[in-house]
């Protein structure tokens, strides 16, 4: 078959005069097919890549000094070759290069993340691409807060800003239809999500209270005569002077009618955005404080307005509403529902009381894909949601912190070049699974919501740091600049620095989120296909884990995703006996080809690929532990062992994970009570400590005869095994300490081992070699420690 050549696209990177500015300059252009090979994409386990890796980092060093070497080369050098003889200098390099080699022996105690063992937070190996437009970036040092401290990645960043809005679904329309005035997406690079997302909250803030300052304005500021009879639509839907709605109206216009105001006033009255900016400026809350606003403007009202957040929310929503004013007890938390996303009815119980109560709402935060249950809150019903009570006079935006699961929109993107279809039609069976039916009908809905969260150093694979917000209707970020709304003439320069809370930052970011893009496209073929992979592994290993423990194993593990057949009522002991067969410990090849299997699998496991589990553990009768305060303290002793320790060698550990806890009183009674309920403990206790896996890594269950799921199972029972046992000992530490002080004092020890049956020999042994501070009291640590030696020598199961 001919391929067919990619079409390439006139670049869209911002409106109007912007575009005019970016003819003039030749630009890079970011479309086309990118690559399909993700064996070249990163430097590999064992650094299989290193040789063309080192020859690109090499080429950016040598391009630096050409660079260098030939921008006025008639100007003088600084560092002659008679300075490099100084003793001085010859010094100083040798302590530069001692010292570099010192650095790089004690950042090897850093975590393994390009490794298989590591499955801990959400890192994994960085993209080589990302790294070397970082690397070659960096040695420009280009600061991205003014176009003049970065002529180069002020450009990149207007592209990326692009790139991302459309892998998030967001339409660009092209010039002519900007010139009819369609909503065009923008977005921007931030250091990280909770940047991104203080910005969001901001913009959601300033914009719920743009139409009061709007309004006093109307009424306090002659400039603003021409306009006084400005009308908009209600929340009811009729054309009204805005200057006749009251408080609550105001605070309940559509998003897109208020972003539309400032053009309007010019194209509609004639007042040009300087004056309209210096108007507002005296009366908006970014001026005045929220308190005087509020004082002023919107006595009115029922109570002061909300953030709706779900449980599992980021904690950058509370410190946003303390930077901004807001308060952090007006972020509302919604409980979640039995699959740890947030519960439909209890939302409408939240939205419906703010509606009774008169108490404006800010923005809806729905997650995609939360950082400890991986979780995607089910955006489709609280967009219906808000259309249903926009009917009844509350409004709000819908904010989608998707920082970890923003990059997986990029599984529903076609790619670019029209031969895809093409190739991907005969193609082999490959290692992969897409969303979930649940999940795709939330990303397909993704483009309607008004701001997105999403972190390219997250599942883009990115160096920190990197992240990102993009907004549905570019005006938007005039809420969150301190200018007037931004029209640039064709001389002008483009801007994105004076855009949201950080000043300086990295434009070595910016590029290297371009050239990553640039190399692996965020589509269905580049990153598509790594989530696609990643999704695979994690469900394998989901099954894994719920079929590890055998009938005679004195434990049991349980995911925190229910199994479909628990969600349905369906035979839950018959679904895992069939996962049991056809899908855990099955050959590769063999899943592949079992459609019913590949049908199931895609419904398995977590919304995305973080994975979170707690362990059980059964008496020595059989009988399962009900204490919930016992099965904490096993995964909490489980995480002790499979944990990097300041200091330690990460080649000491053969696996490594994290853990969280779930609380009561974030969560809900629903999601607690359900997953007590699985993991067979009650209370009392208001958390459930579980372990956390994150699954990046594509190539996870590609390996040869000692998979990857076969090393975890071990790992597992080997950290189970000495848990258990350790947390025996920290029971007998506990009997010992009658005063609960965490010490042990030697008639504290005596007693005990004579009643234990051990001799006075053995005592004092046990005391010399213990007590290595010699003040007569041991410490947890020291008891431990000798311990477990005397059980060992002494055969202490047989004593007791």
Not at 326 to 346: F, H, Q, T
Not at 362 to 377: F, K, L, P, R
Not at 677 to 694: K, Q, Y
Request: glycine share 6%.
């Amino acid at each position: 078959m001919t391929k067919r050549p990619t079409r390439r696209r006139e670049p869209q990177v911002s409106t109007g005069a912007v575009d005019q500015f970016l003819r003039h300059v030749e630009i890079p252009y970011l479309d086309g097919p990118g690559t399909r090979s993700p064996e070249a994409w990163f430097l590999g386990s064992k650094a299989e890549n290193a040789d063309e890796f080192e020859r690109l980092i090499v080429e950016a060093i040598r391009d630096q000094a050409f660079w260098r070497r030939n921008f006025h080369p008639g100007d003088p050098a600084l560092v002659t070759e008679a300075v490099k003889r100084q003793p001085e200098y010859v010094q100083a390099m040798g302590v530069l290069t001692d010292s570099y080699r010192s650095l790089l022996g004690f950042l090897k105690k850093s975590m393994p993340f390009f490794s298989t063992r590591y499955q801990g937070h959400m890192n994994w190996d960085t993209a080589i691409p990302a790294v070397l437009g970082y690397f070659a970036a960096m040695l420009y040092n280009p600061n991205n807060v003014a176009f003049e401290a970065s002529t180069a990645t002020t450009i990149l960043e207007l592209l990326v800003g692009d790139d991302l809005c459309r892998m998030l679904g967001y339409p660009l329309p092209d010039r002519a239809a900007c010139q009819a005035g369609a909503i065009r997406p923008w977005g921007h690079i931030t250091s990280g999500g909770t940047v991104a997302n203080i910005e969001a909250i901001w913009s959601a803030r300033n914009l719920k209270l743009y139409p009061l300052a709007m309004q006093a304005a109307l009424e306090e500021d002659p400039s603003l005569a021409a306009a006084r009879d400005l009308r908009v639509r209600s929340p009811i839907g009729e054309a009204v002077p805005l200057r006749k709605l009251d408080v609550w109206s105001l605070c309940n216009l559509r998003s897109d009618d208020i972003l539309a105001l400032p053009a309007r006033l010019t194209a509609e009255h004639g007042v040009s955005p300087e004056v309209l900016t210096r108007a507002l400026a005296r009366v908006s809350p970014q001026s005045l404080g929220m308190h005087e606003f509020f004082r002023r403007y919107a006595g009115e009202l029922g109570g002061p307005p909300v953030i709706v957040v779900p449980a599992t929310k980021h904690y950058s929503f509370p410190k946003a509403a303390a930077i901004l004013g807001i308060g952090a007890v007006n972020v509302l938390d919604v409980p979640l529902d039995e699959d740890a996303r947030m519960s439909v009815p209890e939302l409408e119980r939240v939205l419906r009381a703010c509606l009774a109560e008169r108490r404006p709402v800010y923005t809806v935060v729905g997650v995609v894909g939360s950082t400890e249950e991986s979780a995607v809150d089910p955006l489709r019903e609280i967009l219906a949601l808000r259309e249903q009570l926009r009917h009844k006079g509350l409004d709000f935006t819908v904010h989608a912190d998707a920082a970890w699961g923003g990059y997986h929109a990029s599984i529903l993107r076609e790619d670019e070049d029209d031969s895809s279809a093409g190739r991907t039609a005969g193609a082999t069976r490959r290692a992969e699974v897409g969303f979930s039916r649940y999940t795709a009908q939330q990303y397909a809905v993704l483009q309607e919501v008004d701001s997105v969260t999403v972190d390219p150093h997250k599942s883009g694979y990115i160096p920190y740091p990197a992240g990102a917000l993009c907004y549905r209707n570019a005006a938007m970020r005039d809420l969150v600049t301190f200018k007037a709304p931004y029209i640039l003439h064709a001389h002008d320069e483009p801007s994105v620095g004076i855009y949201g809370v950080e000043g300086s930052k990295p434009g070595a970011a910016v590029a290297a989120v371009f050239l990553a893009h640039k190399v692996i496209r965020p589509n269905e073929t580049g990153y598509g296909s790594i989530h696609r992979k990643a999704l695979f592994n994690c469900r394998r290993v989901y099954a894994r884990l719920l079929c590890m423990a055998r009938p005679e194993d004195n434990f049991v593990v349980v995911p925190v995703p229910r199994l479909p057949s628990e969600i349905t009522g369906g035979d839950v002991a018959a679904q895992i006996q069939f996962i049991r067969e056809r899908i855990d410990r099955r050959d590769t090849d063999a899943l592949l080809a079992d459609d019913e299997a590949m049908r199931l699998l895609t419904e398995l496991g977590p919304d995305l690929n973080i994975l979170t589990y707690a362990f059980n553990f059964k008496h020595p009768d059989g009988r399962m532990n009900r204490s919930l305060a016992l099965a904490n303290r096993l995964n909490k002793a489980v995480y002790e062992v499979l944990s990097l320790k300041p200091g330690e060698d990460p080649s000491g550990h053969p696996l490594i994970v994290t853990t969280t806890d779930f609380e009561d009183v974030h969560y809900g009674a629903v999601f607690m009570e359900s997953y007590k309920s699985r993991l067979g403990v009650e209370g009392p206790g208001h958390a459930v400590t579980v372990l956390r896996s994150t699954v990046m890594n594509p190539w996870l269950t590609d390996f040869g005869d000692d998979t990857f799921l076969d090393m975890v199972e071990r790992e597992f029972r080997r950290a189970i095994s000495r848990a258990m046992f350790r947390d025996s000992m920290a029971q007998v530490f506990e009997e010992i300490d009658a005063n609960n002080d965490g010490l042990l004092d030697r008639a504290e020890i005596e007693a005990k081992f004579r009643a234990m049956g051990y001799g006075d020999a053995e005592i004092h042994e046990f005391l010399r070699t213990s007590d290595t501070s010699r003040d007569d009291v041991l410490s947890k640590q020291e008891f431990l420690e000798s311990f477990s030696q005397l059980l060992v020598r002494t055969s202490f199961g047989s004593r007791r």
